[in-house]
């Protein structure tokens, strides 16, 4: 099924992401614990992240996705990113997913490795996004940044450079995590005046241990609003008690973000179906 199908007869839609086991950390037969896990959530889809290296032999997304959608019966999304990919390259990954039956796409750049210099064909997120409408029946999707992108010069920037993945074919954007819904309300509102009339996903991530936050924080440069700092740091030296918080924090965003109307909440679940679990339990009945 089509992900803007899905969002044709629901609102707001719930979907899951994933990454696949890391290389030495298993193999991908670790992905059924975690799916085994998350299936009970009834998620409306799950994404799977792609690698941004490129490694055209590492083909775990397209399996994932695969069994996902044959074993799980659930739609997938494939995360494909294009700055160390040519043409080619995308091209035979889009042969592999059509012949899989994967029918979503995420269209996205990737982050740039200065030790591996970025391939030429695709510039930008927009490219991959005409490039793949061109070369199938993919539903495509865009990635989006409450708060801005991180090199972008200013949020409007952005919001018009989001506006050329729409332009290109994209029918529905996943947000980058935020930490105060009220970046995603703007981002929102700026959006709708740039002419962006897709569904947009807001995207949570539940903070359950210190390092996380540090990691996240580093990557993606989301703000965090006193009422998480102080969380943060009233539970550092309490692991169990973070992961509460972590998790009720994540709940109260959801809670506000339906009270005002999101079409989606995607959670970002680091592959813990416990996190996950309690999250949908808590909002089972708003669903
Ligand atoms: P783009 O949309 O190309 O934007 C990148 C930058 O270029 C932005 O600053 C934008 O404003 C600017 N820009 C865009 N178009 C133009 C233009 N025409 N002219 C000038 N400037 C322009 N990374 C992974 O490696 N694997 C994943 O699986 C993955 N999944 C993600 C899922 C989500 C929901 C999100 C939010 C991010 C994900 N990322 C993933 C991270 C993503 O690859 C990085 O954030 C990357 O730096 C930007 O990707 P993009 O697709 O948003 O790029």
Do not use: W
Not at 196 to 222: D, F, H, L, Y
């Amino acid at each position: 099924m089509k992900i803007s199908d899905i969002f044709k007869t629901k609102k707001p839609v719930f979907s899951l992401e994933i990454f696949p086991p890391k290389k030495n950390q298993g193999n991908i037969e670790q992905i059924y614990t975690t799916l085994d896990g998350l299936k009970d959530i009834r998620p409306d889809f799950i994404s799977v992240t792609y690698g941004a290296g490129g490694n055209l032999a590492d083909s775990s997304t397209a399996d994932i996705c695969r069994i996902i959608k044959d074993k799980y019966n659930i739609t997938p999304l494939a995360h494909l990113t294009c700055v160390n990919n040519s043409k080619e390259d995308i091209s035979s990954i889009l042969k592999m997913l059509e012949e899989y039956g994967i029918e979503n796409i995420l269209a996205l750049r990737g982050d740039i490795n200065p030790d591996i210099e970025p391939k030429k064909d695709f510039r930008y997120a927009s490219e991959l996004v005409s490039y793949i409408k061109q070369s199938g029946n993919f539903g495509v999707s865009g990635a989006c940044y409450p708060e801005g992108h991180i090199q972008s010069a200013s949020l409007v920037d952005d919001i018009l450079n989001v506006k050329k993945k729409i332009d290109a074919g994209a029918e529905h954007l996943v947000s980058q995590l935020f930490f105060d819904n009220k970046f995603f309300y703007n981002f929102r509102e700026k959006a709708e005046i740039a002419g962006i009339n897709v569904p947009i996903e807001a995207g949570i991530m539940p903070v359950v241990n210190k390092n996380q936050i540090e990691r996240m924080v580093s990557m993606c440069g989301a703000s965090l609003p006193p009422k998480f700092t102080k969380m943060c740091s009233r539970f550092a030296d309490n692991p169990e008690a973070l992961r509460e918080a972590g998790i009720a924090y994540a709940i109260d965003q959801i809670i506000d973000l339906i009270s005002n109307d999101v079409d989606g909440i995607h959670l970002y679940t680091m592959n813990n179906p416990y996190v996950a679990k309690k999250i949908f339990d808590a909002i089972e009945t708003m669903r």
